[in-house]
């Protein structure tokens, strides 16, 4: 931080101890953790000792300011005595293990980081034996000053102010700067969504004009009125049409996706629907108005142009005011209902089902209007069309949820054995209805296995709405129906005949990377996380592959009774079960993550469950990969060559998780993945993961100095995360995006595209990074 953010931050600090203090002009302890936000007891207290220069048991402002301005003008050497003071609990000069061991054990729960104790004595060794270079027993002040300046890092953080390492909230002062929209890059970056957006204006203006003009004899609000209709007839065809699913996938795999923005049809779909509510609000403003203006010098007063069909206005027995009401209302309800608001908060149903009165809004305008039908009739039939071919592909063939597995943070890892007609490209998603859920209700999720895994297919869900809670509820009781004994024994048997296929079968690459029976495994036994990850490629949900006849099996009638037990879920493990669930899917609909294969050098970042698009891509990828590789009896070499399927030459993947647990949703997957490139390539990677966890304080922090030294050291000597368990070693804290950027930019790998799926909020961030290194920049719109 700069002088005068330093500055702003004292002058923060005396107005909080004012506020604070009593009349004795002193806080304690606890005013003090509060007037700092300090909340972990170690640091608290130790920070407080420190300042208590008297030792009377209270700070004054001027104990507080002295010993702050000592921290932030200080030199090298005054921080760092500082910070072994910090360390030296009892004060005898030196830090030794049992010190060095509780500093550590409070830096893991001031980053929300869960580690066992033979982990956490691991860490604390790992660094008292890098420290103590005289093996005296302790760490002196000199023997931590040099370890520390073997992490350039840190000693590159100690140079930053006392204020980066308090971190009292809302100091930081945005620097006044250009807004995105008015910048060269935001153009070129955005130029077809921007030319799209420039005709569509420019065709309503057209609409409206010649509309107007065409019905000038009725006055001024009359052609308002008659002028918003026309282009009402436009956009209330024109909305539909950007979510023709089915023809959009398809168009996307042709040369229309470089002319059109069709990686943004939701967004578009959006601002078409907002025009509707403007253009419907002007429309009925103009025509109340003149009917006003009729009823002043008519034979009908106002309320029986609006509310009766006396008046006789409309093609359709006069009805064109009571339904202009009618649909006034529904568009209104529509647009508050599908607001983010309504969406995110949990009310998917409120949204879903509101949304569905586009049907009612159809019809009610081919009453309403004698000209809409004109419009409608040939993308209304091609909706029909999509909308009956959807119906009769989701009845097609027995699907069945065939596993599931509960991971952390209420992520519902559904496996859907896979009909053979069923063909999707990574990255794409589908809706599915489960009727033992909810009989009605159709929800999209991302595919998160690999297309090459040919028997099942993933879904990886997170709880966040009443659907989704209720599937992790209906999975998550336990079983109310006792089994029959030898129906039991039956499925086992079968169970076990099935791991002993997928076991023989491990090695074969049309499953993808790995059986889905070792993730199964795998996650039974590491705890069983959560939504976004399972082992094995994941997306919304996600499992284990189905349950195929072997030679061994049961005859008919004997099979009959195993699938009919299988009907009813069969617990195996807490989280884990076998079932036979019917469901249906509509799909698959592509995303913009299909230009992936078409990019040089890709960067996919995944924020929270927002990997489960890349689970399947990062599958799909390094089949591919694997197919170039060649190996001999000394080495092995990948060749760097670009075909039709796939041109990537390089392949960055950054996730993003707020703790510890959403990592083993897909830390199998991304254990395998590490596997497959265990040598190293001539031109370096060929896939780079790179992990941070939001809730560990990052590296400038002086709380978390001394444990992200450990870990350091710990990966190094273990070579694997002590987080994670991946090579990867797992960054504290957010991406510093300008730097992650620089480093990609510098790497000359061809042209760098950049795929996000998360939160909105961070994709703007990340956008704007694009745009000032000229990234081209997707995101998960659905």
Same mark, same amino acid.
Request: hydrophobic share 40%; net charge neutral; proline share 4%.
């Given at each position: 931080?700069?002088?005068?953010?330093?500055?702003?931050?004292?002058?923060?600090?005396?107005?909080?101890?004012?506020?604070?203090?009593?009349?004795?002009?002193?806080?304690?302890?606890?005013?003090?953790?509060?007037?700092?936000?300090?909340?972990?007891?170690?640091?608290?207290?130790?920070?407080?000792?420190?300042?208590?220069?008297?030792?009377?048991?209270?700070?004054?402002?001027?104990?507080?300011?002295?010993?702050?301005?000592?921290?932030?003008?200080?030199?090298?050497?005054?921080?760092?005595?500082?910070?072994?003071?910090?360390?030296?609990?009892?004060?005898?000069?030196?830090?030794?293990?049992?010190?060095?061991?509780?500093?550590?054990?409070?830096?893991?729960?001031?980053?929300?980081?869960?580690?066992?104790?033979?982990?956490?004595?691991?860490?604390?060794?790992?660094?008292?034996?890098?420290?103590?270079?005289?093996?005296?027993?302790?760490?002196?002040?000199?023997?931590?000053?040099?370890?520390?300046?073997?992490?350039?890092?840190?000693?590159?953080?100690?140079?930053?102010?006392?204020?980066?390492?308090?971190?009292?909230?809302?100091?930081?002062?945005?620097?006044?700067?250009?807004?995105?929209?008015?910048?060269?890059?935001?153009?070129?970056?955005?130029?077809?969504?921007?030319?799209?957006?420039?005709?569509?204006?420019?065709?309503?203006?057209?609409?409206?004009?010649?509309?107007?003009?065409?019905?000038?004899?009725?006055?001024?609000?009359?052609?308002?009125?008659?002028?918003?209709?026309?282009?009402?007839?436009?956009?209330?065809?024109?909305?539909?049409?950007?979510?023709?699913?089915?023809?959009?996938?398809?168009?996307?795999?042709?040369?229309?996706?470089?002319?059109?923005?069709?990686?943004?049809?939701?967004?578009?779909?959006?601002?078409?629907?907002?025009?509707?509510?403007?253009?419907?609000?002007?429309?009925?403003?103009?025509?109340?108005?003149?009917?006003?203006?009729?009823?002043?010098?008519?034979?009908?007063?106002?309320?029986?142009?609006?509310?009766?069909?006396?008046?006789?206005?409309?093609?359709?027995?006069?009805?064109?005011?009571?339904?202009?009401?009618?649909?006034?209302?529904?568009?209104?309800?529509?647009?508050?209902?599908?607001?983010?608001?309504?969406?995110?908060?949990?009310?998917?149903?409120?949204?879903?089902?509101?949304?569905?009165?586009?049907?009612?809004?159809?019809?009610?305008?081919?009453?309403?209007?004698?000209?809409?039908?004109?419009?409608?009739?040939?993308?209304?039939?091609?909706?029909?069309?999509?909308?009956?071919?959807? @119906?009769?592909?989701?009845?097609?063939?027995?699907?069945?949820?065939?596993?599931?597995?509960?991971?952390?943070?209420?992520?519902?890892?559904?496996?859907?054995?896979?009909?053979?007609?069923?063909?999707?490209?990574?990255?794409?998603?589908?809706?599915?209805?489960?009727?033992?859920?909810?009989?009605?209700?159709?929800?999209?999720?991302? @595919?998160?296995?690999?297309?090459?895994?040919?028997?099942?297919?993933?879904?990886?869900?997170?709880?966040?709405?009443?659907?989704?809670?209720?599937?992790?509820?209906?999975?998550?009781?336990?079983?109310?129906?006792?089994?029959?004994?030898?129906?039991?024994?039956?499925?086992?048997?079968?169970?076990?005949?099935?791991?002993?296929?997928?076991?023989?079968?491990?090695?074969?690459?049309?499953?993808?990377?790995?059986?889905?029976?070792?993730?199964?495994?795998?996650?039974?036994?590491?705890?069983?996380?959560?939504?976004?990850?399972?082992?094995?490629?994941?997306?919304?949900?996600?499992?284990?592959?189905?349950?195929?006849?072997?030679?061994?099996?049961?005859?008919?009638?004997?099979?009959?009774?195993?699938?009919?037990?299988?009907?009813?879920?069969?617990?195996?493990?807490?989280?884990?079960?076998?079932?036979?669930?019917?469901?249906?899917?509509?799909?698959?609909?592509?995303?913009?993550?299909?230009? @992936?294969?078409?990019?040089?050098?890709?960067?996919?970042?995944?924020?929270?469950?927002?990997?489960?698009?890349?689970?399947?891509?990062?599958?799909?990828?390094?089949?591919?990969?694997?197919?170039?590789?060649?190996?001999?009896?000394?080495?092995?070499?990948?060749?760097?060559?670009?075909?039709?399927?796939?041109?990537?030459?390089?392949?960055?993947?950054?996730?993003?998780?707020?703790?510890?647990?959403?990592?083993?949703?897909?830390?199998?997957?991304?254990?395998?993945?590490?596997?497959?490139?265990?040598?190293?390539?001539?031109?370096?990677?060929?896939?780079?993961?790179?992990?941070?966890?939001?809730?560990?304080?990052?590296?400038?922090?002086?709380?978390?100095?001394?444990?992200?030294?450990?870990?350091?050291?710990?990966?190094?000597?273990?070579?694997?995360?002590?987080?994670?368990?991946?090579?990867?070693?797992?960054?504290?804290?957010?991406?510093?995006?300008?730097?992650?950027?620089?480093?990609?930019?510098?790497?000359?790998?061809?042209?760098?595209?950049?795929?996000?799926?998360?939160?909105?909020?961070?994709?703007?961030?990340?956008?704007?990074?694009?745009?000032?290194?000229?990234?081209?920049?997707?995101?998960?719109?659905?």
């Amino acid at each position: 931080m700069s002088s005068d953010d330093d500055t702003r931050w004292l002058e923060w600090v005396t107005k909080q101890f004012e506020s604070i203090a009593g009349e004795d002009k002193e806080i304690d302890l606890h005013e003090f953790k509060t007037a700092l936000k300090v909340k972990e007891s170690f640091f608290a207290e130790r920070f407080f000792a420190l300042f208590d220069s008297d030792q009377s048991g209270s700070i004054s402002l001027d104990e507080l300011l002295k010993a702050l301005n000592l921290l932030i003008h200080g030199t090298e050497t005054d921080k760092l005595r500082f910070l072994f003071q910090v360390y030296d609990v009892d004060g005898s000069g030196s830090i030794d293990p049992d010190e060095l061991k509780t500093v550590l054990k409070s830096c893991l729960q001031e980053s929300a980081i869960s580690l066992p104790e033979e982990k956490l004595e691991a860490l604390t060794l790992v660094l008292f034996e890098s420290a103590d270079q005289d093996n005296s027993g302790s760490i002196t002040f000199e023997e931590l000053k040099a370890e520390l300046e073997n992490f350039p890092e840190v000693m590159e953080n100690l140079t930053i102010s006392a204020a980066n390492w308090l971190k009292p909230p809302d100091v930081d002062q945005k620097k006044p700067q250009t807004h995105r929209y008015l910048t060269r890059a935001y153009w070129q970056n955005n130029s077809r969504k921007l030319l799209f957006l420039c005709v569509y204006a420019l065709l309503n203006l057209a609409l409206f004009v010649c509309a107007a003009l065409y019905h000038r004899y009725g006055g001024g609000w009359f052609m308002l009125a008659k002028g918003c209709g026309q282009c009402l007839n436009f956009n209330c065809t024109f909305v539909m049409v950007l979510m023709l699913r089915r023809c959009l996938t398809w168009i996307r795999a042709t040369w229309v996706v470089r002319v059109l923005p069709l990686d943004q049809n939701i967004l578009l779909h959006q601002i078409v629907g907002y025009a509707i509510l403007f253009f419907t609000v002007v429309h009925t403003a103009a025509h109340v108005v003149n009917f006003a203006r009729m009823s002043a010098s008519g034979d009908f007063s106002l309320w029986e142009y609006l509310f009766t069909t006396r008046p006789g206005v409309g093609w359709v027995k006069g009805t064109a005011s009571l339904t202009g009401v009618v649909l006034q209302l529904l568009i209104f309800l529509m647009v508050i209902c599908s607001s983010t608001f309504v969406r995110r908060s949990g009310h998917f149903e409120v949204f879903y089902w509101t949304h569905l009165s586009y049907i009612w809004v159809w019809i009610i305008l081919i009453i309403h209007c004698a000209n809409f039908w004109k419009w409608f009739v040939v993308p209304g039939l091609v909706f029909l069309l999509e909308k009956i071919v959807g @119906i009769a592909v989701s009845r097609m063939g027995g699907l069945y949820i065939v596993e599931v597995n509960l991971l952390p943070s209420k992520v519902t890892h559904l496996v859907i054995r896979r009909p053979q007609f069923f063909h999707f490209k990574p990255g794409d998603y589908i809706y599915i209805n489960i009727p033992k859920i909810a009989k009605y209700e159709w929800h999209p999720f991302t @595919i998160s296995s690999a297309p090459e895994q040919s028997d099942t297919m993933w879904l990886h869900v997170r709880s966040m709405g009443q659907w989704t809670n209720r599937l992790y509820e209906y999975f998550k009781q336990p079983e109310s129906q006792e089994l029959h004994p030898k129906r039991l024994t039956t499925s086992l048997r079968q169970h076990r005949q099935q791991e002993k296929d997928n076991m023989f079968n491990s090695s074969d690459s049309s499953r993808g990377v790995a059986s889905n029976e070792d993730d199964s495994i795998e996650l039974t036994s590491f705890r069983q996380n959560g939504p976004e990850s399972g082992a094995g490629p994941a997306s919304e949900s996600g499992s284990q592959g189905s349950l195929k006849p072997t030679p061994d099996e049961p005859g008919p009638a004997e099979r009959g009774e195993a699938l009919q037990l299988r009907e009813i879920p069969a617990k195996f493990g807490e989280n884990h079960r076998f079932c036979n669930i019917k469901c249906y899917v509509d799909g698959p609909y592509g995303t913009p993550t299909r230009q @992936i294969f078409a990019s040089e050098h890709a960067v996919l970042i995944g924020a929270g469950i927002g990997i489960t698009p890349f689970a399947s891509i990062l599958q799909s990828i390094m089949y591919r990969y694997r197919m170039r590789k060649h190996h001999c009896p000394s080495h092995s070499w990948c060749e760097n060559i670009k075909d039709d399927d796939m041109k990537l030459r390089k392949v960055d993947f950054i996730w993003i998780n707020r703790d510890q647990k959403a990592f083993e949703w897909f830390v199998s997957l991304l254990t395998k993945l590490e596997l497959e490139q265990a040598d190293e390539e001539p031109e370096g990677r060929f896939l780079e993961m790179h992990m941070y966890m939001t809730s560990a304080l990052s590296k400038n922090d002086m709380k978390a100095i001394g444990l992200q030294m450990a870990l350091d050291l710990l990966a190094k000597k273990e070579k694997k995360d002590s987080i994670t368990g991946l090579k990867t070693r797992t960054q504290p804290g957010r991406p510093r995006w300008e730097k992650v950027f620089q480093k990609l930019s510098e790497e000359n790998k061809g042209k760098v595209h950049v795929f996000y799926c998360g939160a909105p909020s961070l994709a703007k961030a990340i956008k704007a990074q694009c745009e000032n290194f000229g990234f081209k920049f997707y995101k998960e719109n659905f």
